[in-house]
């Protein structure tokens, strides 16, 4: 992969904030061209540095307002049991994000849910089923303090 330079830089941080900007108005925000910048944008998926372009809902436009993290510890630590709850979470579409982690769990998970009778049945008859979970534990947001899927970007070359 190249080093960015700031425009780079600028384009990224631009199509995070709003990935429906045309070139032309990525061109006018960096002071290029077009043709130049359709190319940077390019290199920048062909790279690996854009994902992908997503639209973004709101949960409770789509009734999905209840939203938990979930900490799941597994009884014991094998990898067959690792592979059966990580094939299982792959199939709750309720699961939106799902990490391994280190310390007194073993994966965090965050979940949407329409209320709090269809998140039970989450629990109980989806995961309550993987024979490797031990515990669960589930935190509900009251509030969404800061919520962004922008990456800071202050750590990369001549970041501004």
């Given amino acids: 992969m ?3 330079d700031s425009i780079d830089i600028k384009l990224l941080k ?19 061209s077009i043709s130049p910048v359709y190319e940077r944008v390019k290199r920048l998926e062909n790279e ?10 709101d949960p409770e436009k789509v009734n999905l307002g209840l939203i938990a993290y979930v900490t799941v510890k597994l009884s014991k630590q094998s990898t067959q049991g690792m592979n059966e709850f990580v094939e ?49 534990e589930s ?3 009251m509030a969404e303090v ?3 899927t922008s990456l800071p970007l202050r750590q990369l070359n001549n970041a501004e």
């Avoid at 631009?14 to 290029?32: D, F, H, I, P, Y």
């Avoid at 690996?48 to 809902?57: H, M, Q, S, T």
Wanted: aromatic share 12%; proline share 1%; with cysteine.
């Fill in 139 to 141: 935190t509900f947001v």
């Fill in 2 to 4: 190249d080093v960015l």
């Fill in 14 to 32: 631009l199509l995070q904030e709003n990935s429906r900007l045309t070139t032309k108005e990525l061109a006018a925000e960096v002071g290029l």
């Fill in 48 to 57: 690996g540095y854009i994902d992908r372009y997503v639209a973004l809902l």
């Fill in 146 to 148: 800061k919520q962004t």
């Fill in 88 to 136: 299982t979470v792959q199939r709750i579409s309720e699961v939106t994000e799902c990490y391994s982690v280190a310390g007194r769990y073993d994966f965090l998970m965050k979940v949407y849910a329409p209320n709090m009778y269809y998140y039970r049945t989450i629990v109980l008859d989806v995961l309550g089923n993987i024979d490797s979970i031990g515990a669960i």
